[in-house]
């Protein structure tokens, strides 16, 4: 059965991974992406999260700016002056992608100027499933979900609370109704033909070995591949290590035992532009001509 379901997510997966550069390794070295940052706020506190708006971190959760949906879309324009190679134009914070309809809004935008683009969320899962319709409608083909852990009392050591239907929940509670929403949400879009990656946040002492249940378990949901990012030791979780080679070496391979493994993540920032491959990385470019052609019109 799992093997069947890895086939079957392999097929769907190829024609589209050979033009994403975080679906294959290499597309990562030929292709670009750009992340637009229009998500500013969350809608769960996972403990290791710092969002920060500045031009020196490079890392998730950071952004320079954040773009309202039309300055976003004119911002695919100028990125594309500076780096045609651009096939996927994502949106992965610096907050959670579904946690307003900021990032829907602009991928209507988007997918109308540029329908060729293939359209990228990231987010934490928790609003995936009632997305899913919209998402498709505005032209989204790919999604990374991050899961950290299916198991409850794992996941309340991750994360701090979570707010569903407008409640504010924290320890297992919030963590058995982040992870169900994740599984459902994670069906419905792969039921749905989205081609689903999902991304674990490796943290030693508290998820390393539980990376064989987590790909068993998205894998039985439907997702297409797992991406196994190490922890940046931060906020309430910056007295974890973060993991060494060897263990993440430890956690891929058995992952991949459910399904392939992408290993060439950069870990970018929220405003991310570029050929990842290839070190590329244009953003403080195509933010300051922003700033400059902001001034000189104003
Ligand atoms: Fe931060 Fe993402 Fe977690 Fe939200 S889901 S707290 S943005 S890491
Ligand atoms: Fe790709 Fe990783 Fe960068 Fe996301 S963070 S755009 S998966 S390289």
Redesign the pocket.
């Known amino acids: 059965m799992a093997i069947e379901l890895e086939n079957k997510n392999a097929e769907r997966f190829s024609h589209l991974a050979k033009k994403h ?2 679906f294959s390794g290499e597309a ?1 070295m030929k292709f670009g ?1 750009m ?1 637009l940052p229009v998500s500013p706020a969350c809608n769960i506190q996972c403990n290791f999260c710092v969002r920060s708006i500045n031009q020196d971190e490079n890392r ?1 959760g950071v952004s320079q700016i954040i773009l309202t949906p039309d300055e976003a879309v004119d911002t695919v324009e100028k990125a594309l002056r500076l780096c045609p190679e651009i096939t996927v134009v ?1 949106i ?1 914070g610096p907050g959670d992608t579904l946690a307003s309809s900021a990032s829907l809004d602009t991928f209507d935008k988007v997918h109308n100027r540029y329908p060729e683009m293939i359209l990228c969320l ?1 987010t934490n899962g928790l609003r995936l499933e009632e997305n899913v319709e919209r998402m498709i409608a505005v032209g989204v083909q790919t999604i ?1 979900v991050t899961v950290n852990a299916v198991d409850p009392e794992i996941l309340s050591q991750i994360v701090g609370w979570v707010v569903w239907q407008g409640k504010t929940y924290s320890g297992r509670e919030g963590a058995d109704i982040l992870i169900q929403a994740q599984l459902r949400g994670i069906r419905k879009a792969s039921a749905s033909g989205l081609l689903v ?1 999902c ?1 674990t946040v490796l943290l030693p002492t508290i998820n390393e070995e539980h990376i064989e249940e987590i790909a068993k378990a998205v894998t039985e949901a439907g997702a297409g591949s797992l ?1 196994i ?1 190490p922890l940046i030791p931060q906020g309430k979780l910056s007295h974890i290590p973060a993991p060494g080679c060897a263990e993440l070496n430890r956690a891929r391979l058995t992952a991949e035992k459910y399904l392939p493994v ?1 290993r ?5 920032r929220a405003d ?1 532009c570029g050929i ?1 491959g290839k070190n590329i990385e244009l953003s403080a470019l195509l933010y300051k001509q922003q700033a400059e052609n902001t001034f000189s019109h104003g």
Not at 264 to 268: D, F, I, L, P, Q
């Open positions: 550069p975080c990562h992406r992340h998730p994502g992965a990231s990374s990656k991304n991406n990012i992408f060439h993540c950069k870990h970018c991310a990842p």
